[in-house]
């Protein structure tokens, strides 16, 4: 059987203007364009965005903290590249979000990925994720009030407006929902 899933997206959020991109997930989408909309359309009301950028899945190199002690993912391909920026993302906690620290050049993910752990190895990283700039697509300045605005009215965004937990929890207490 062919494969009939379309290509994985990484979705990346930025709430503020002078707050960094973190990953919130992934879509499903045919091409970049339709990734991001369907990013929009999934993760924008969680919480407000003021831009989104998605990257294909396979564009990101990945380096756990197990992996940083071996020197397997170092293996770089042969030839000089060209140099091209790369932005490098880092998670520091279990329950935290993969968040934007930087960005470097380089002239390959193994090489982008090397610079950025000598160049931000003040804290503990649990992975890192480098991708080229050139891999993301993003959501325009002027297109923000147009995509993101018409959702803010929208019940959806309050948890509150889905009582199905405390719903449930009263029928599983009591056999039966409280009026």
């Not at 982008?112 to 325009?140: G, H, N």
């Amino acid at each position: 059987m062919t494969d009939t899933q379309w290509p994985r997206f990484m979705v990346f959020q930025q709430s503020e203007l002078d707050e960094p991109f973190v990953h919130n997930g992934t879509v499903h989408a045919p091409d970049p364009e339709m990734a991001l909309m369907n990013a929009r359309d999934v993760y924008y009301r969680r919480p407000k965005a003021e831009a989104m950028w998605v990257v294909p899945a396979e564009s990101i190199f990945s380096v756990t903290l197990e992996e940083q002690t071996s020197k397997e993912w170092q293996q770089e391909a042969e030839g000089a590249g060209i140099e091209k920026e790369f932005h490098v993302f880092a998670k520091f906690s279990h329950q935290g979000q993969c968040e934007q620290i930087g960005i470097v050049s380089a002239n390959s993910h193994e090489a982008a990925m090397r610079l950025a752990i000598e160049t931000y190895t003040d804290k503990q990283v649990l992975w890192w994720w480098v991708f080229p700039s050139d891999a993301v697509m993003a959501s325009e300045a002027e297109d923000t009030s147009s995509m993101y605005d018409p959702s803010l009215e929208f019940d959806y965004k309050s948890q509150a407006a889905y009582p199905v937990v405390t719903m449930m929890r009263q029928i599983h207490a009591k056999g039966k929902l409280e009026e």
